[in-house]
């Protein structure tokens, strides 16, 4: 939304992953601009199925050759591992990079056998290079396939990497000539800070990535049991369908527009330590503010751009009391909302109101 607005990630204002996902999205932008957001995000949200079904094709198309056990077991990794499904319901971004990842795999293997064509290792090199350009986790599938590569010719193993090095630069390189250096801090810095600075975090959908290699390697494992192949798939199939049909209850996501709508007016200046709350109830983008965690972790509290975003703002909404916001918590906002804020509840969230009696600076 802020691209198609014309204000670019990193120069413009801080966005802690690759710009992937950013032109992905673009059309959908576009389309709320007619819609409105909560609805344009439902359009793009109703691709997932599409893009399930699609991974799921790809990991039976790359193990064909391994036979129908191998497909089966490859399938349901695919369609039914649960970090998967989660980042598929909340509308993430690992299932992107695996339909890259595995577009890769299946030129890669698309007779059955390590390719000797350098042209198609560069372009399956490009795709798992454009997987990264949404998250760098795509680093991961990367490496398994380098690894693999380096037990082949060299002249297999140069190719795959340059093609991946172009289709990272080739989405990413008109942001990283605007504006290198907050390119830089926001992809790389920020990102590898976490984990340095002790703000990292575990989240359900992180081992997502890990399904262009979790798929083969079921495969393979399936196909090497001979007579027990298919019991052995159909388990596989089995296990991870029941471990998601006794959660099924999880995959609705509370609608919170309503409860929105009933305390932020709209036109409001409203922000959130989740977009998503103002993106699905047409609030969103009062502020040049797009990811307070993110902004955070690039800039810290102190910055200018984190002060003004809180005193220009009428409402915070969350589902978390703001003391609990973020990993490193900073008592001068807790401070601030204290004094300039009251609570409110509705609908499972939390509102903070500026206070009637006072203007703001």
């Not at 798992?128 to 010719?153: D, H, N, S």
């Not at 990272?168 to 990283?176: D, G, K, Q, S």
Request: proline share 8%.
């Amino acid at each position: 939304m802020r691209l198609v607005h014309g204000t670019l990630p990193y120069r413009d204002f801080v966005f802690v992953q690759p710009p992937g996902l950013a032109l992905l999205a673009a059309p959908f932008a576009w389309l709320s601009e007619a819609i409105g957001t909560r609805d344009g995000l439902a359009v793009l949200r109703a691709c997932t199925p599409l893009l399930a079904a699609a991974n799921a094709l790809l990991a039976v198309r790359i193990v064909r050759p391994l036979g129908t056990a191998a497909m089966i077991a490859a399938g349901a990794v695919a369609a039914l591992f649960p970090a998967e499904l989660y980042a598929l319901r909340a509308g993430l971004l690992e299932p992107v990079v695996d339909l890259l990842c595995l577009a890769g795999l299946a030129l890669l293997f698309r007779t059955g056998a390590w390719p000797v064509s350098r042209r198609v290792i560069v372009l399956a090199g490009v795709l798992f290079g454009l997987a990264g350009a949404v998250k760098l986790t795509a680093i991961v599938p990367a490496a398994a396939v380098l690894l693999l590569a380096a037990t082949r010719p060299r002249q297999r193993l140069l190719p795959f990497a340059a093609g991946a090095a172009a289709g990272f630069l080739l989405p990413a390189l008109p942001f990283l000539i605007e504006a290198p250096d907050a390119f830089y801090r926001d992809v790389f810095v920020a990102q590898f800070g976490r984990a340095a600075g002790g703000h990292a975090a575990f989240y359900p959908q992180y081992p997502a990535v890990l399904v262009p290699v979790l798929a083969p390697a079921a495969a393979l494992v399936v196909s090497r049991l001979r007579k027990a192949a298919l019991p052995a798939a159909a388990a596989v199939s089995l296990y991870l369908l029941v471990t998601q049909l006794t959660s099924i209850a999880s995959l609705s996501t509370q609608d919170v527009a309503r409860a929105v709508d009933s305390v932020v007016p709209a036109g409001a200046c409203a922000i959130s330590d989740k977009p998503r709350l103002l993106v699905t109830s047409d609030r969103f983008g009062c502020t040049p503010m797009t990811d307070p965690y993110g902004t955070m972790l690039a800039l810290g509290t102190r910055d200018p751009v984190w002060a003004a975003t809180f005193t220009r703002a009428d409402y915070l909404v969350t589902d978390t009391p703001i003391e609990r916001w973020y990993i490193a918590p900073d008592p001068p906002l807790e401070a601030y909302v204290a004094r300039h804020f009251s609570l409110q509840r509705s609908g499972g969230l939390l509102f903070y109101v500026r206070l009637a009696s006072e203007s703001k600076p």
